[in-house]
T-cell receptor, first 113, second 116 residues
Framework: DTGVSQDPRHKITKRGQNVTFRCDPISEHNRLYWYRQTLGQGPEFLTYFQNEAQLEKSRLLSDRFSAERPKGSFSTLEIQRTEQGDSAMYLC???????????FGAGTRLSVL | GQQLNQSPQSMFIQEGEDVSMNCTSSSIFNTWLWYKQDPGEGPVLLIA?????ELTSNGRLTAQFGITRKDSFLNISASIPSDVGIYFC????????????????FGQGTILTVHP
């Protein structure tokens, strides 16, 4: 399978705990995006990497959120001191080239109790 | 922030019927995309549109990029039960020097139910 891979698929945590999600993009895709999707809504942009450089962060990404892409390949998204409002589906997408079509992973569903 | 208005919010149709949904924006987009999402899964790309006025088909799906670059529609012909899901439009802004390259803005989605 050469698509975008996300791990874990589901995460249940207690409020106040830290969680980390991983995204493996399609091989050789140099751009990687994180989105958050709540029930009944479309995905909302969180942050974007080109290679290892984080080029943009949304206002949705509070200081409890941090994302990395240390070698320009896989990326991690960490949420510290989780809150119930962080419960959502976290989606990763990757792309390359001028047309920049984004292909999405299956997402990580986070439930904060 | 920038938003896309997608309509209708939901549709209940009989198998074999045609479906039409659309998206409008207050801003211009460089690219319009249509995705389908099944429960618990990520969005899957259906059609990508790159030029104003462009009409593109993918099997029973047809989508158009509006002339004003502020709207797009998706048609599904002869619907079948596996068309059930949530359809999202997404707009990709003009590249502003690379810092916002490809950031997608999504509509709220159209929930499609097909009765056999």
């Amino acid at each position: 399978d050469t698509g975008v891979s996300q791990d874990p698929r589901h995460k249940i945590t207690k409020r106040g705990q830290n969680v980390t999600f991983r995204c493996d993009p399609i091989s050789e895709h140099n751009r990687l995006y994180w989105y958050r999707q709540t029930l009944g809504q479309g995905p909302e942009f969180l942050t974007y990497f080109q290679n290892e450089a984080q080029l943009e962060k949304s206002r949705l990404l509070s200081d409890r959120f941090s994302a990395e892409r240390p070698k320009g390949s896989f990326s991690t998204l960490e949420i510290q001191r989780t809150e119930q409002g962080d419960s959502a589906m976290y989606l990763c997408a990757s792309s390359w080239g001028q047309k920049n079509i984004q292909y999405f992973g299956a997402g990580t569903r986070l439930s904060v109790l | 922030g920038q938003q896309l208005n997608q309509s209708p919010q939901s549709m209940f149709i009989q198998e074999g019927e045609d479906v039409s949904m659309n998206c409008t924006s207050s801003s211009i987009f460089n690219t319009w995309l249509w995705y389908k999402q099944d429960p618990g899964e990520g969005p899957v790309l259906l059609i990508a549109l790159y030029k104003a006025g462009e009409l593109t088909s993918n099997g029973r799906l047809t989508a158009q990029f509006g002339i004003t670059r502020k709207d797009s529609f998706l048609n599904i012909s002869a619907s079948i039960p596996s068309d059930v899901g949530i359809y999202f439009c997404a707009g990709q802004p003009i590249n502003a020097g690379g810092t916002s390259y490809g950031k997608l803005t999504f509509g709220q989605g159209t929930i499609l139910t097909v009765h056999p």
